[in-house]
Structure formats: structure tokens, C-alpha cells
């Protein structure tokens, strides 16, 4: 009779434990890694400065024309 308590008390401790890592499972689904993070924010950062790059060089560019 004990043990039977015992091994639906097990039981019942291991659903518990089954909905907590499944409840964790899905929080986890939307989050990137670090690597993947820092990844991303490199290449942005690239981006943006390729872009104001190329902005500066028009704008050198049409200064001289204009002067020349």
C-alpha cells in the first residue's frame, strides 16, 4: 500500500516536472544565442556605415562637380 502512494506520488512529481521544462521549452523558442545576437547587430552596424560611407561620397562628389 506504501509503495503504491510512493509511485503516484513519483508520478505526479514527474508530470510537474515534464509541464515546467515543456512551459520552459516554449519561452525558449523565440530567443537567438548570443553568437547569433552579436552576429546581427555586427552586420547592422556594417550596414550603417557602408550607408553613410556611400552618403559622404555623393555628397563629396556632387560638392566638386558643382565647383569645378
Known sequence: MNSNQ???QVNERLD???QKLDRLGESQQGKRSP???FLIGFGITIAIISVLLLSLGVIQFV???SNG
Open 6 to 8: 510512493d509511485l503516484k
Open 16 to 18: 510537474q516536472i515534464e
Open 35 to 37: 553568437g547569433v545576437r
Open 63 to 65: 560638392s566638386n562637380v
